[in-house]
């Protein structure tokens, strides 16, 4: 899955990509400094894996993975191409999801483009553009379509009565995913790629020993999270520099560094499973002597569908499943002992995975 990080310019974009890579991106104090979007692998940190890798003596671990996208800065008026907001807003349709950076604190010294902080604002200058630029997609579709709706084209009535649908709520403001279209009607629109029918997951930057806004108390922080809520999404809060800075820092280390700086949390874990439930998934676990291993699937997925995660066959010719809970395997000790005991079920086709499930595929 590819999750583009995107926000005003300055706002930490590029640092938080250098903490969750480790890769070297420009991320000077100035606006613009990234050009073209830079894309970096993340391994999904998960202790279960590496318990389950113990108990096997796996030669390998492979967690499940995340692609971030560093994108640069949108401007207002970037849907009419402002600080080369087309080419940045045709990068944000390639991803899954969008990880919106917002500014959560003060601090004279760091250039912020609208010259003061308000995360209201900076939210609804972003998602405005987002739905402007969405309205451009769906007019011109609609103005693409009217030959083979004037001659009742089938296919082409049925798109075009799911765009008026989404261009009304656009035109209010509101965003695509408002309209609460059905299953098949989204299906119908999804080659659009619309901006605003993607999930949208905010990341509240704050700083170590700076105005954080949440500190403040001056009804900044409680109006965001307000707007936030109101919009349908959820938000995490994390501070880049930081996490940034604790790149090199040994794993054993890091707790310890975060507690001087005052940061009680691990940034980057909860973004990270942040990004995980904006897009409604979850993971299981394949493990053995060769390789222990995360899987990603849909949040709802059957058996045969999470199957199909590993290979194809596994869900054109599933025959059963074997499923144990992860966490009740590591108790058990071993496969067998869980089998002894009676916590490995086998599973059949109409299976619905849970998050955390160790499973075995049996196929034709």
């Known amino acids: 899955m590819k999750i583009g990080i995107v926000g005003l310019p300055n706002v930490g974009k590029s640092t938080l990509f250098n903490a969750l890579t480790k890769a070297s991106v420009p991320a000077e104090n100035y606006p613009f400094c990234t050009i073209d979007p830079s894309v970096g692998v993340v391994g999904v940190p998960d202790e279960r894996l590496d318990k389950l890798s113990t108990l096997s003596n796996s030669e390998k671990t492979i967690p499940a993975a995340i692609e971030f996208v560093d994108i640069a800065g949108l401007v207002q008026g970037a849907s009419t191409g402002e600080g080369l907001g087309n080419q940045f807003l045709s990068h944000i349709r390639e991803v899954d999801a969008i990880?919106?950076?917002?500014?959560?604190?003060?601090?004279?010294d760091v250039i912020h483009v609208h010259g003061e902080v308000d995360p209201v604002r900076d939210i609804e200058v972003i998602n405005l553009e987002l739905i402007l630029a969405d309205q451009q997609s769906v007019s011109g579709r609609r103005e693409r379509l009217t030959g083979d709706v004037r001659a009742q084209k089938k296919d082409a009535v049925a798109e075009e009565a799911v765009l008026a649908k989404i261009e009304q709520q656009l035109l209010k403001g509101?965003?695509?995913?408002?309209?609460?279209?059905?299953?098949?009607?989204?299906?119908?629109?999804?080659?659009?790629?619309?901006?605003?029918m993607k999930p949208i997951l905010y990341a509240l930057n704050g700083k170590s020993g700076g105005h954080n806004l949440d500190e403040l108390n001056d009804g900044r922080s409680r109006a965001a999270f307000e707007l936030i809520e109101s919009l349908g999404s959820t938000y995490v809060q994390v501070d880049a520099v930081t996490e940034h800075e604790l790149n090199d820092v040994a794993e054993e280390d890091k707790h310890m560094f975060r507690s001087e700086l005052g940061v009680s949390v691990d940034g980057l874990e909860a973004l990270i499973r942040g990004a995980y439930n904006a897009l409604g998934l979850i993971t299981f676990f394949t493990t053995g002597p060769k390789e222990s291993r995360a899987w990603t699937i849909p949040?709802?997925?059957?058996?045969?569908?999470?199957?199909?995660?590993?290979?194809?066959?596994?869900?054109?010719?599933?025959?059963?499943?074997?499923?144990?809970?992860?966490?009740?395997?590591?108790?058990?000790?071993?496969?067998?002992?869980?089998r002894d005991k009676g916590n490995l079920k086998t599973e059949g086709k109409t299976y619905v995975v849970k998050d955390g499930d160790v499973m075995v595929f049996l196929h034709s």
Not at 99 to 107: A, K, T
Not at 304 to 323: L, Q, S, W
Request: hydrophobic share 45%; aromatic share 8%.
């Open 174 to 196: 509101l965003f695509a995913r408002s309209a609460e279209l059905t299953p098949e009607e989204a299906k119908i629109v999804k080659g659009l790629n619309l901006l605003t």
């Open 299 to 338: 949040n709802g997925a059957t058996a045969p569908e999470a199957g199909a995660a590993i290979h194809t066959d596994f869900k054109d010719k599933f025959i059963r499943a074997e499923v144990v809970a992860s966490d009740t395997l590591l108790q058990d000790g071993s496969w067998s002992a869980s």
């Open 99 to 108: 990880l919106e950076m917002v500014r959560f604190f003060d601090d004279p």
